[in-house]
């Protein structure tokens, strides 16, 4: 079992790597590179709360090996701020009351923030497909739903 | 945490490269695309490979071709893709409405059509309606190639018809003739993320839009070791005219066609009745698309 040099965009930075072939991409961005916004959950693809953006798409970090990210854009919670502070879809979580614990809030805010770019203007019902692979232990749902319907245009 | 197993991870740039990878490592090595049942039964311990060779980044898996009389699919095209497809939606329906249900959006982005094949789970979304229109699969090795109806094709629990030197590279659908139609329905216990509990597509094919039915194909999920076709259903179909008293009768003829068992996910005797009423239903939305 060889490491091998990867190289691969985080959140518009350029990384290279050197990663175990049986390393997923969820542990190389919490423990090499110490992304831990990025939160691990079942490592089984259940709850949704190791969720990343890769080349445009939502998908569970802990079911992708880290080779399989080579030469790919990855967007993590901590890429989501903006010059400005907070991102709009950050803010509404904030301000909606969606964040309770917080672990899985990175995986809701980047699920909700793949939707909102597919589709700007989503009702509840889109909310809640776009989001049916993120488990909440807490808020039961209605108010992560709320804070993302505030920012349909 | 969640251990993987040691193994040396491949990433061939072509086909040709990664049949040559499989050739030379047969039973020690392991196919990735999605990586979604893979992966899990890697960190369960239940596959330990040697060598993992990735298929999910090569163009020539992931086309979608509907030209000549049939739906060609890459092994590689995701089940996102197929749900967001209207073309799919167009020609096979019952096949959209699988890769819609199947685990989550964050599944769907990285799942494929190859793996949801390639795994043999009798509960898995897109057999039943891929089997009910009459799908095949292309197996390729370095010496040569073959194409096995998908009827023929599922051999057990995680068994297949595939050699460890094979990659399954596409699937072949015949586009349905006018007057034919679809449906797929999978029960579970919720909406999303579940696995199901009974799973049902049905085909039908008409000789004209009143006329009576010609050919059916009902395949059933979860009641078998293997996806299974329910041939006296399909058989009390043949040379009849739709309607519902006829799609009950086949729903109650499907009901002797499954062999369930129970477990913690039902009763036999519930997925049997149910077994009955989805075939009932799939029948019925066949149907309303032979008509319009
Ligand atoms: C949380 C969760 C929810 C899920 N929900 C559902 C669900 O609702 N319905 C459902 O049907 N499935 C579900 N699944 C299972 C899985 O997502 C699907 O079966 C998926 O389609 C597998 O595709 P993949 O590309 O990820 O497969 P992989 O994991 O990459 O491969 C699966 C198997 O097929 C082999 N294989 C892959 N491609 C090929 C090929 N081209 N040629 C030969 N062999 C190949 C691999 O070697 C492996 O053994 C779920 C999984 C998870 C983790
Ligand atoms: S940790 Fe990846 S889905 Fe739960
Ligand atoms: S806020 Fe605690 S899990 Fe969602």
Redesign the interface.
Known sequence: ??K?LISLTINDKAYEVAVE????LVDLLRYDLGLTGTKKGC????C?SC?VIMDG????S????A??A?GRHVTTIEGVETDEGLHPIQKSFVEKGAIQCGFCSSGMIL?GKALLERNPNPDEADIR??I???LCRCTGYQKIVEAIKELGT | MMRLPKFDFHEPATLDEALQMMGEFGVRAKLIAGGTDLMVNMKHQLMSPEQVVSISRMDELKGLDTSNGMVRIGACFTVADLAESEEVGKKLGALRTGAKALGSPLIRNLATIGGNIGTARPAADLPPSLMAYGAKVVLKKRSGERAVSLNNFFKGPGLTELQPDEILTEIQIPTPPPHAGAGYINLGIRMAQDCNLVNVASFIAMDGPDGVITSARIVMGCVGPIHLRAPSAEKCLIGEKPSESLFAKAGDAATGDCTPIDDFRGAAAYKKAMTGVLTKRTLGIAHKEAVS
């Open positions: 079992m060889k091998k072939p049986n390393q997923t490592e089984l693809g259940d949704g969720t798409k939502p998908v569970n802990c079911l992708v090996l080779m399989q080579n699920s497909k776009a049916s692979g993120n």
